[in-house]
């Protein structure tokens, strides 16, 4: 039986942008962040409430996971926003999203009323997006 | 539940314990950071995080030693400084705790897999992050 989650991946455009980006834009800390065989940065994030669950921030160039046509081709996907994160959980989405706002990250949809809670949908610096949930209670 | 206030403040002194892990560790100094008092930090931050203020220094800690270990050719003496320990001995029991080897072991151990110097080997990340690299390295 699978217990758990332990790392989703986020493909982002620049490494030090999207780490700034996660870091000091959405709060996250960051998880490791080595240099293995071959130049390739092993990066992740995490929220801090949140250990278990690691961000890989892997950037789209060749290297151990992509070719070089792989990574362009996946890159182009991200920088039209086709690509998503996922969902970030928030208490108050109003007030996140305000906060966020302030701090120059870009959204796409306002908080909105939705049968699961209250939603804004935003965007990292590499292109894609990310639901910001208040889940209803 | 943690409030969003109090979660706020014991990030505070969440963070200031993530900026002086190489200091003698202050949970004081963590508590008026937080704007609370030491015993209402340590129950806010263990129900925020869950874990101690101490175990979460511990593993930043042990965390950058391993990183110093590997991509560093400082002494166990001078990591176990940078990181914040004043007794060698102290150091390389926590390490061996936590890790399951000693620093040195833990070293030689890493480096023997790399095959590049000062390079964490592919191994130490998910296979499905590297397939492409230890293809070309098994064949």
Known sequence: MIKSIAHVTAYVINQDEALDFYTNKLGFEIGDDMVVEGGFRWLTVYPASQPQLQLVLAELKEGPMFSEDTAARIKSLVEEGALGVGVFETEDCHKTYEELLAKGVEFIQPPTEQLYGIEAMGKDNSGNWFSLTQPKK | ?139
Not at chain 2, 87 to 113: D, E, M
């Open chain 2, 1 to 139: 539940m943690t409030s969003l206030l109090q979660l706020r403040k014991v990030q505070a002194g969440r963070d200031y314990i993530a900026s002086n892990i190489n200091e003698p560790f202050s949970l004081a100094g963590a508590a008026v950071c937080a704007n609370m008092s030491p015993y209402h930090f340590c129950r806010t931050f263990k129900k925020a995080y869950g874990e101690t203020p101490n175990e979460f220094l511990v593993k930043l800690r042990i965390n950058k030693a391993k990183q110093l270990l590997v991509t560093e050719n400082y002494s166990i003496s001078d990591i176990c400084d940078q990181v914040g320990y004043q007794s060698l001995g102290s150091f390389s029991s926590l390490f061996q705790k936590h890790v399951g080897i000693a620093p040195t072991q833990f070293r030689k151990k890493i480096w023997a897999l790399s095959s590049q110097a000062f390079h964490y080997p592919i191994h130490v990340i998910p296979s499905c992050y590297s397939f492409r690299l230890t293809q070309c390295l098994s064949n």
